[in-house]
T-cell receptor
Framework: DAGVIQSPRHEVTEMGQEVTLRCKPI?????LFWYRQTMMRGLELLIY????????DSGMPEDRFSAKMPNASFSTLKIQPSEPRDSAVYFC??????????????FGPGTRLTVT | AQKVTQAQTEISVVEKEDVTLDCVYE???????LFWYKQPPSGELVFLIR??????QNEISGRYSWNFQKSTSSFNFTITASQVVDSAVYFC???????????FGKGITLSVRP
């Protein structure tokens, strides 16, 4: 079975540009999570969705960040405009009840974002 | 509110040594789940184990073992005969309540030297 798929794997962009990160969760999972990881702040939950509905976006740092989940198999995290302090690794994870799964999240490989 | 504390930040051992990674959690819920994740230098986060609050049996998987003790709110992870490939950051996490969120600890960086 395919795991969580993220694209791109690496993104280098200039300050002020729009950045869109993409995620395809594991088929059948109904929860999707966006995390950011930096050396200074560790692993931070930005937002999560249940059944395509945003449940908790309290971790989204500011209005420059937005996330959508138009259907069960796709989500985007957009930063507009990007700033150097947004440089981090962004992870997408998914989880789902049933089939012996109890809330464990399966992570994608991450997108390493560098904003210059 | 729930909380996960991984008091050890960095551990360095020589290959073949045993090492225990500590995890202490806080929750008022009686039903909860505990997890360990591994993040090797390549960067991906790998799910290792899930334990629910009603199952205090220790678990062993090869060189890995987990000791869950509700009396001390701890869920410790031991690697026996460590290997260089065990070098990674290890995260403990807690799930409680009806939502899907996990509360992660800050992680422990384990370095295994040859």
């Amino acid at each position: 079975d395919a795991g969580v798929i993220q694209s791109p794997r690496h993104e280098v962009t200039e300050m002020g540009q729009e950045v869109t990160l993409r995620c395809k969760p594991i088929s059948g999972h109904n929860s999707l999570f966006w995390y950011r990881q930096t050396m200074m702040r560790g692993l931070e939950l930005l937002i999560y969705f249940n059944n395509n509905v945003p449940i908790d976006d309290s971790g989204m740092p500011e209005d420059r960040f937005s996330a959508k989940m138009p259907n069960a198999s796709f989500s985007t995290l957009k930063i507009q405009p990007s700033e150097p302090r947004d440089s981090a690794v962004y992870f997408c994870a998914s989880s789902g009840r049933g089939q012996g799964s109890y809330y464990e999240q399966y992570f994608g490989p991450g997108t390493r974002l560098t904003v210059t | 509110a729930q909380k996960v504390t991984q008091a050890q930040t960095e551990i360095s051992v020589v290959e073949k040594e045993d090492v225990t990674l500590d995890c202490v959690y806080e929750t008022r819920d009686t039903t909860y789940y505990l997890f360990w994740y591994k993040q090797p230098p390549s960067g991906e986060l790998v799910f290792l184990i899930r334990r629910n609050s009603f199952d205090e049996q220790n678990e062993i998987s090869g060189r890995y073992s987990w000791n869950f003790q509700k009396s001390t709110s701890s869920f410790n992870f031991t690697i026996t005969a460590s290997q260089v490939v065990d070098s990674a950051v290890y995260f403990c996490a807690l799930h409680t309540g009806a939502n899907s969120k996990l509360t992660f600890g800050k992680g422990i960086t384990l370095s295994v030297r040859p």
